[in-house]
C-alpha cells in the first residue's frame, strides 16, 4: 500500500515540477507524510527521484526548462533541510563543500541548481554567493572544514581569469593546503573546452548540476584517505 502511495505520488510531484508548481508540489509532500510515507522515504522515493529526472534533462519528449530544473532543486533542498530532524536515523553528512562564482561572475542560478543537487544528496555546502574572492573561498573552506571548494564560472574571462580559480590554486600553493582541499569547477565555458580545468588548476570538473555530486563525492574520498 505505502509502495503505491510512494508511486502515485512520485507521478504527482513530477508533473507539480513540470508545470513548476511551487505551493501544489510542497502539498504533495506534505499529504505523503500524512498518509503514512515516512520522512526518509519521501525524501529518497520521491524527492530525489523527481529531481533527478528533472534535472536529467529530458522528461516524456518534452525538453526540461532552467526554470523546471531550478525548482526542482530548490524544493529539495527545503524539504531535506525540513525532514532531515525527523529520520529514525540522521544519515551522515557525506562532505563539505564551499561554493560560489568566482571573481567577477555575477551569475548565481546554475550555482543553486547545483546546490540543492548537492543538499539532497546529503552534503554540507556553504554559499558564498557570487562575485567571490579567491581568499574567500580558500578562508572560508579552512574556517567550516569543508573538503571541496567549488567554483562556478558562465563567463570565460572569469573562468580564466587570474582572480578565479587559478589564483584559488595559488593559494592554496603558498598556503601549503593542497592536500587538504580539492577545487571542482562548473559552468559553460567548460562544457566547450572540457581540458579547460586542468588549465585553471582544478582537480575536477561538473558538466551538469546533476552530475555534481558524484564528482564531489570523489573528491572527498580523495581529501579523506
Request: net charge negative.
Amino acid at each position: 500500500m505505502t509502495l503505491d502511495i510512494e508511486h502515485r505520488t512520485l507521478e504527482a510531484y513530477i508533473q507539480a515540477l513540470f508545470d513548476t508548481d511551487k505551493p501544489a508540489a510542497l502539498q504533495i509532500v506534505q499529504d505523503a507524510l500524512k498518509n503514512g510515507v515516512s520522512p526518509e522515504n519521501v525524501v529518497f522515493a520521491i524527492i530525489l527521484p523527481g529531481m533527478e529526472k528533472m534535472i536529467g534533462g529530458m522528461l516524456s519528449d518534452n525538453m526540461v526548462t532552467l526554470s523546471q530544473h531550478f525548482l526542482a532543486a530548490q524544493i529539495a533542498e527545503e524539504v531535506v533541510d525540513r525532514l532531515l530532524p525527523l529520520f529514525a536515523v540522521v544519515p551522515e553528512i557525506r562532505g563539505h563543500v564551499v561554493i560560489g562564482a568566482s571573481h567577477g561572475d555575477f551569475h548565481g542560478l546554475g550555482k543553486k541548481i547545483v546546490i540543492g543537487c548537492l543538499r539532497a544528496r546529503m552534503f554540507e555546502v556553504t554559499d558564498l554567493g557570487i562575485n567571490v574572492a579567491p581568499e574567500r573561498f580558500v578562508d572560508e573552506a579552512l574556517a567550516v572544514g569543508a573538503q571541496v571548494i567549488a567554483i562556478s564560472s558562465m563567463m570565460v574571462h572569469t573562468a580564466t581569469g587570474e582572480r578565479g580559480a587559478k589564483r584559488v590554486r595559488q593559494l592554496l600553493q603558498e598556503r601549503g593546503l593542497e592536500e587538504k582541499f580539492r577545487i571542482i569547477v562548473g559552468g559553460a565555458p567548460y562544457r566547450f573546452h572540457p581540458g579547460m580545468f586542468r588549465d585553471v588548476g582544478a582537480d575536477a570538473w561538473a558538466d551538469s548540476a546533476a552530475e555534481a555530486p558524484a564528482v564531489v563525492s570523489r573528491l572527498v574520498q580523495e581529501v579523506r584517505k
